[in-house]
C-alpha cells in the first residue's frame, strides 16, 4: 500500500528520543503510527473506486426510476381511460334523463293547455 500522507519518520523518532525514548521504542512507535495513519485514511484510488461504486448505483437506480416512471404512466392512462369512460355513461344517462324529463314536460304541458283550452271553450258558452 502506498503512503496515504507523508510522515517524516526520522523526525518524529529523532523528537522521541530527544525526549527520552530508547530509539527502539521510538522507531517501532513510528512504524505503527505510519501503519495507522496508511490504514485509516482513504488513499486517491480508495476515492475513485468509490466514485465507480457510486456511479454504478446511480446508473441503476436511474434504470428502476424509469421503469417505476414508464409503469406509473401505464398505471395513469388505465385509470384515465377508465374515467373517461365512465364519464361517458354518466353523460349518456343524463341525456337520457333529460330527455325523459322533457318529454313528460312537454305531455303535462299539452295537457294544461288542452284542457285550459276546453274550460275557455266552456265559459265561452255559458256566457
Known amino acids: 500500500m502506498t503512503e ?3 510522515f517524516d ?3 518524529f523518532v529523532k523528537r522521541l528520543t530527544d525526549s527520552g525514548f530508547t ?4 522507531e517501532t512507535l513510528a512504524e505503527e503510527h505510519v501503519a495507522l495513519l496508511n490504514g485509516n485514511l482513504a488513499t486517491k484510488a480508495d476515492i475513485e473506486a468509490v466514485r465507480g461504486d457510486v456511479a454504478k448505483v446511480e446508473a441503476a437506480l ?3 426510476i424509469a421503469k417505476v416512471e414508464a409503469g406509473l404512466k401505464a398505471d395513469i392512462a388505465k385509470v384515465e381511460a377508465g374515467l373517461k369512460a365512465d364519464i361517458a355513461k354518466v353523460e349518456g344517462g343524463l341525456k337520457a334523463d333529460i330527455a325523459a324529463v322533457k318529454a313528460d314536460l312537454l305531455k303535462w304541458m299539452f295537457g ?3 284542457a ?3 274550460l275557455i ?3 265561452v258558452k255559458l256566457l
Open 62 to 64: 436511474k434504470a428502476d
Open 121 to 123: 271553450v266552456a265559459l
Open 112 to 114: 294544461a293547455m288542452i
Open 116 to 118: 285550459q283550452g276546453g
Open 4 to 6: 496515504a500522507i507523508a
Open 9 to 11: 519518520t526520522h523526525r
Open 23 to 26: 530509539e527502539k521504542q521510538a
